[in-house]
């Protein structure tokens, strides 16, 4: 048994998806953009120390070694993302960039108008303190705190 384990091949992982929930491909590739962008990062500040380092050939060539190897891992990880974008679409469902969620979230966020739930908010009958506990119920007459959907 080898002491490194080898990386799922992409056919490997391309049948693995298949019976994976909607929800965790979208997780999967959460994770994936985030492994990314710390591949990138770390590339950089190997780069930065390599221009400003006085070390020796031999130690340049290792770090150097060490950017090659995160440039391919990266290449490899945005071929998954893609295995999973191919996923999502052959199962007939729109695929949606995260980035693109997230710059509708903070556009929602920042938004001056009120975001609501229901048609009470739409018919006004629920405004400032009694307002705030829209949302909040109870659950079959527990006193456990919370919100229940």
């Not at 018919?123 to 119920?137: E, I, W």
């Amino acid at each position: 048994m080898s002491s490194e384990s080898l990386p799922i091949s992409p056919e490997a992982f391309a049948e693995a998806i298949k019976e994976l929930p909607l929800a965790v491909l979208y997780s999967k590739v959460s994770e994936l953009t985030n492994s990314i962008a710390h591949l990138h990062r770390s590339n950089a500040e190997l780069r930065s120390y390599l221009e400003e380092s006085n070390d020796s050939e031999e130690d340049r060539k290792e770090l150097e070694g060490y950017i090659t190897e995160n440039d391919g891992v990266a290449v490899s990880m945005n071929e998954r993302i893609l295995l999973l974008k191919t996923e999502v679409e052959n199962r007939g469902q729109p695929w949606i960039e995260l980035d693109e969620l997230e710059k509708d979230a903070k556009e929602i966020a920042s938004a001056d108008v009120p975001v609501a739930n229901g048609n009470e908010a739409e018919n006004g009958t629920r405004s400032g303190a009694a307002g705030a506990g829209a949302g909040q119920g109870t659950h079959d007459g527990d006193n456990e705190d919370g919100v229940y959907l």
